[in-house]
T-cell receptor
Framework: KQEVTQIPAALSVPEGENLVLNCSFTDSAIYNLQWFRQDPGKGLTSLLLIQSSQREQTSGRLNASLDKSSGRSTLYIAASQPGDSATYLCAVRPGNAGNMLTFGGGTRLMVKP | EAGVAQSPRYKIIEKRQSVAFWCNPISGHATLYWYQQILGQGPKLLIQFQNNGVVDDSQLPKDRFSAERLKGVDSTLKIQPAKLEDSAVYLC??????????FGQGTRLTVV
């Protein structure tokens, strides 16, 4: 059974810092991995989708990397801003392209002005 | 492109009452998911539909929860009777085959 872990569970940083959020998964046979953002009381917003054949994806100040063999992904946020404060979740899809998404517990990020 | 629509946004009920949630996925998305998210945790899959067939409902408490997806489009999730531990946010999502998943705003359920 796939298990997804996100460390740290919470993170507080001053504005302007570059930071890294970690996601690890136990079964490396994944099809793709997706990073989401969740604001308090809201649904999930898709940030980046990385296919298993890809090493990284970039969108603006966000960069997500994938090391499938070691079961790890990182989300890099450059020049953090108070508006980046939210919970960040990663989710993996199994290697048989079955559509089930398994989520980690999330990292709660607070960026202080 | 319209997103995933869910209603209601909030619901407060007493334990042992019943409640239903509705979801309209993105047009053309064959896969529809219902997730339960307890405060401070990641979403947990309750049920996954492919068109109008169930792909995975292994974590659905079938003694009280039921879900259907008529005509492979809209879906409803029902809880009857509700328990205090059912208090959570219920999230609906849709996707194409192994493509990016999109989520609705969720329904926050409080059971008192």
């Amino acid at each position: 059974k796939q298990e997804v872990t996100q460390i740290p569970a919470a993170l507080s940083v001053p504005e302007g810092e570059n930071l890294v959020l970690n996601c690890s998964f136990t079964d490396s046979a994944i099809y793709n991995l997706q990073w989401f953002r969740q604001d308090p009381g809201k649904g999930l917003t898709s940030l980046l989708l990385i296919q298993s054949s890809q090493r990284e994806q970039t969108s603006g100040r966000l960069n997500a990397s994938l090391d499938k063999s070691s079961g790890r992904s990182t989300l890099y946020i450059a020049a953090s801003q108070p508006g980046d404060s939210a919970t960040y979740l990663c989710a993996v899809r199994p290697g048989n392209a079955g559509n089930m998404l398994t989520f980690g517990g999330g990292t709660r990020l607070m960026v202080k002005p | 492109e319209a997103g995933v629509a869910q209603s209601p946004r909030y619901k407060i009920i007493e334990k042992r009452q019943s409640v239903a949630f509705w979801c309209n996925p993105i047009s053309g998305h064959a896969t529809l998911y219902w997730y339960q998210q307890i405060l401070g945790q990641g979403p947990k899959l309750l049920i996954q539909f492919q068109n109008n067939g169930v792909v995975d409902d292994s974590q659905l408490p079938k003694d009280r929860f039921s879900a259907e997806r008529l005509k492979g489009v809209d879906s409803t999730l029902k809880i009857q009777p509700a328990k205090l531990e059912d208090s959570a946010v219920y999230l609906c999502a849709s996707s194409g085959l192994a493509t990016e998943a999109f989520f609705g705003q969720g329904t926050r359920l409080t059971v008192v």
